[in-house]
Each structure stands twice: as structure tokens, then as C-alpha cells.
């Protein structure tokens, strides 16, 4: 049925949740971080929730790159004083180069890549940074299994809206009724593609409701994928 996959990167294969985590953890021990919070655990607690928001604001258009760059950090750092932007800056550029290095995929990505990639053509469509990107794709061993990565700055615009889908379908000569979608954001990936005309497969690992329409498809586990498509 479907010739082409687009799949997202950051939480669907490559363990984004763990993988950053761990780079906070570095960074809050090689900065000192415990001057301001009582443990890591403290500090990831602030930390998180503005990340999400920020991200969820850069989806929408509402702030851009640099604005979500710099506030990750100074929305936790700032009400202890630290409002050097130069520093947050650097303190950024280094987590983002620690985090290509870490190569924890979501389980069961190798397997579903290797049944995937003999019986279509697969991309990567991503909101992520493309200073990054793609070394945590190499690094990780994803790689090799993707004719492309298509990222939302190379088409000017963020998932969910529609012209980034039709940005990656016109690139990867992908017609719409022939392409799946296959991501765990709800917004991004799944009302972003059924927007574009693009079949759904919602990676639910949490077994979250749906929300005002049911997906193509919904899955908990990699694995299940398999049993579908």
C-alpha cells in the first residue's frame, strides 16, 4: 500500500528523553549547577517543562531558534542572577555536541529499520537541528537505513504545518496517498500529517487518548509496527 515513510527522529528511534537527560546530568555536574539546585533531579524538574513549552512555541511559530536556544538555559539558570547570554550560548553549543555522541535508540529501532528498508523508501522528517541531527543519526547506526533526512529548516517551516509535509513529498518524489507518517508527537506528527492528507501511525508508547480524531494507525511498541504495514 504505502511506497514511502516519513518517520521522525527525536523520541520515535533515537531515545531523546534518556539521551538529553544524561547530557543535563554531565552538564550540571562540569558547571556546577548544584550552586543553584539541591540535586540534578531539582534542576531536570524546572528544566524539562521549559524545554517542552519552548519547543511547543517553536512549533507554532510563535518564537524562533535563537529565542528557544537561549531561553532553555536562562529559564532556569536566570533567577539565580546568570543572564549572560554569551555564556549560555557556549554552555548550549557544548550539550548540543554532547548529545551527538550519545547513541541510545528507542527499543526495538534496529529491528523495525531492517524490516522496513528492504520493502520502502524511508525518510526522516524533522523539526530538529540540523547541526545535529545527523550526527546523531550517524552515530546511533540509523543512518544507513534513510534516503534522506528532511528537516523543518530546510523547508522554512515547522511540523505540524502542511508545508513541510508537502516541501518533503515534492523532495522525496513521494506521492501523498502512497506515504505514511509515522512519529510520536500527536501534534507534529500525527494532526500535522492527517493536515497534509497523510496517513497516521501514532507511536503512543504512554497510551495517551487521542485527541478529536483517530489516527490511521496506533501503536505502544516499535515491534507492533510490523504486524501493520
Known amino acids: ?15 531523546t528523553y534518556h539521551n538529553n537527560k544524561e547530557c543535563l546530568e554531565e552538564l550540571y555536574g562540569d558547571y556546577r549547577f548544584d550552586r543553584f539546585y539541591p540535586s540534578f533531579e531539582a534542576f531536570f524538574a524546572v528544566y524539562f517543562p521549559n524545554n517542552l513549552r519552548l519547543w511547543d512555541e517553536y512549533r507554532r511559530g510563535i ?67 540540523r547541526e545535529v541531527q545527523e550526527q546523531k543519526l550517524r552515530n546511533a547506526g540509523l543512518a544507513p537505513y534513510f534516503d534522506r533526512m528532511i528537516l523543518s529548516e530546510d523547508a522554512g517551516i515547522n511540523k505540524p504545518h502542511k508545508r513541510i ?30 493536515g497534509a492528507g497523510i496517513d497516521q501511525l501514532w507511536f503512543n508508547p504512554e497510551g495517551l487518548p487521542a485527541q478529536g480524531f483517530e489516527p490511521t494507525f496506533t501503536v505502544r511498541s516499535l515491534k507492533e509496527i510490523r504486524k501493520i504495514i
Not at 70 to 82: H, I
Open 1 to 15: 500500500m504505502y511506497k514511502s515513510l516519513f518517520i521522525d527522529l527525536d523520541d520515535t528511534l533515537w531515545d
Open 63 to 129: 518564537i524562533d531558534k535563537p529565542t528557544l536556544i537561549v531561553e532553555r538555559f536562562l529559564g532556569v539558570l536566570r533567577p539565580f542572577g546568570l543572564t549572560d547570554t554569551a555564556f549560555i550560548l557556549k554552555m548550549n553549543d557544548d550539550f548540543l555536541q554532547r548529545t551527538t555522541l550519545k547513541t541510545r535508540v528507542v527499543p526495538g529501532s534496529f529491528e523495525l529499520l531492517e524490516y522496513l528498508r528492504p520493502k520502502y523508501r524511508l525518510y526522516i522528517l524533522s523539526n530538529g537541528f
Open 165 to 194: 509535509f508537502d516541501y518533503a513529498l515534492i523532495n522525496t518524489n513521494s506521492r501523498r496517498k502512497d506515504t505514511l507518517m509515522i512519529g510520536d508527537s500527536w501534534e507534529a506528527d500525527v494532526a500535522g500529517a492527517r
